[in-house]
Structure formats: structure tokens, C-alpha cells
């Protein structure tokens, strides 16, 4: 029984030692995940205005150019892949 409790208290104690690790290491890197965020939220705006005048073209002219159309698209979409690739990996995905 007294062995449980030391192995409790052992446990608890690393416990605790590793929280503070994490929370010095997040308090370290805070600086640096603002302004990937920034990064990120700012790269995101950029391709859904480009997603929108995408749409907006395909549906003023449906005919016209239709494969550089979908050249973009595919564009598009290679940079969305992209930034959600980079955004995973970000977060620990």
C-alpha cells in the first residue's frame, strides 16, 4: 500500500514537471504561433478571393476559355492542398 502511494506521488510529481515543461515551451513559441497564425489566416483570405473571382468567371462566361479555366482551378486547388498540408503540419496533424 505505501508502495502505491509513493508510485502515486511519483507519478503526480513527473506529471507536474512535464506540464511545466509544455507550458514553457508554448509561452517560448507564443510569439512565433501568432505570427503563423497571422501568416496562415492571411494566406487563407488570399485563395478565397481567388476561389470567388474563380466562380464569378466560370459563371459570367461559361464558354469562354473554358480549358484555362480549368487550368486554374487545378491551381487552385494544388494551393489549397498546399496550405492545408502546411496548416496540419502546423498544428501537429
Known amino acids: 500500500m505505501i ?10 510529481l513527473q506529471l507536474a514537471q512535464d506540464l511545466e515543461k509544455i507550458d514553457a515551451r508554448i509561452r517560448k513559441n507564443a510569439d512565433k504561433m501568432h505570427l503563423l497564425k497571422l501568416a496562415y489566416e492571411n494566406s487563407f483570405m488570399v485563395l478565397k478571393c481567388i476561389k470567388e473571382h474563380l466562380d464569378e468567371y466560370e ?12 487550368v486554374l482551378c487545378q491551381q487552385y486547388h494544388e494551393a489549397l492542398t498546399t496550405h492545408c498540408q502546411a496548416s496540419l503540419n502546423f498544428i501537429g496533424g
Open 3 to 12: 508502495e502505491l502511494r509513493l508510485d502515486k506521488q511519483k507519478l503526480r
Open 59 to 70: 459563371k459570367k462566361f461559361p464558354y469562354d476559355n473554358a480549358q484555362r479555366i480549368v
